[in-house]
């Protein structure tokens, strides 16, 4: 079977070598009035193997041929860009989960995870293991997490896991994270938000780095985050009519605080004892079609830097939350639990049609 393309480059070349006798059998058919080329109706060979090609006769097989394999090249390009892309153009704030994620047993090729966008020598000049490990993810200064779309439970009231993807605010193109939620489908329907799940924080290639316990709770929540199966941290809500409270634990040591005032205020700020700023949770207006109709929040994690000189790479272009000091890795995990318990008790819809903010209180 012959290759039309590379028998059409042939030709192309034996045409540039020949143009000085093509310009001339032009410039002569022109005075005459005549058409150089002759397209035959007969399915001829005017390119055949090693044979000298024919300049004044293209045959319709030929240029048939070379058309459909252009095509075939063309669709097989596109394909395989959007395999290796994932359809992603880079946007963060239309990025999912389910889009992005590497399917298990299956690994893409050219995924990498982004570089860290902070020196993790401004933490400790010897990590432990537990802050070794989950280093990859939240050594940044800012976290972008964006929720999935529950279309079952938008449609049918139908309760699904959350499923989250982190992406840092250095590094659009491609995630850095994913969450998702792991619990038992007939008490995700009966208990809904009291429900007890278990999250897997991953990295962008679907390593598990830690994860968090939720378990099941009747007046107020907590949230427990875990390293290698040992627990690191936990977040404990205290109860209030309208206010919203979460007592943030490293082990037996409180080191932050979050007192909300309720109602309209999507700013969760973390303070030690002192009252000064350790980081800062944002949940972002998405729009009006995505705050009414669905659960797919999005919050942005600021943990800032007390020295700048610890941004590296393209974390140089964007301002930083002033913080007191920089909260350690382990301290970081315990947040990233914090904005979880906080999706799960003030923004999440109870299955079917509702507005988001009407049910953000007991």
Known sequence: MKNWQREGWKWLSNMASSSVRFHGNVAVAAKHNRNPFTLTRPFGSAIDGGNEVDLHRLTREFLAKLWVDDRKMRNYGGRKLVKYCGGYGGDPRWFSASSGAVRRGKRRLGLKQPPISQS????????????????????????LITRDIEWANLVMGFEQENRYAIVDACYPQSPVGFIREQSNVITRQLLRLRRPFVAHITDGLGNELFRVRRPFWWITSSIYAEVDGKEVGVVHRRWHLWRRIYDLYLGNKQFAVVENPGLWNWTF??????????????????????????????????????????????????????????????????TVALAISLDNDYFSRHGGWGLPFLVAEE
Request: hydrophobic share 40%; aromatic share 8%.
């Open 120 to 143: 993790v020598s401004e933490f400790f000049e010897s990590l432990s293991p537990e802050e070794a490990k989950v280093a990859p993810l939240l050594a940044r200064s800012n976290l």
């Open 269 to 334: 700020t973390l303070k030690d004892i002192n009252g000064e700023v350790l980081a800062q949770i944002d949940r972002d207006w998405r729009g009006f079609g995505f705050e009414i109709l669905t659960d797919a929040g999005q919050y942005v994690i600021r943990f800032g830097s007390s020295d700048p000189s610890s941004k590296i790479g393209a974390a140089n272009a964007i301002e930083d939350l002033e913080v007191s000091r920089t909260l350690t890795l382990t301290e970081r995990a315990v």
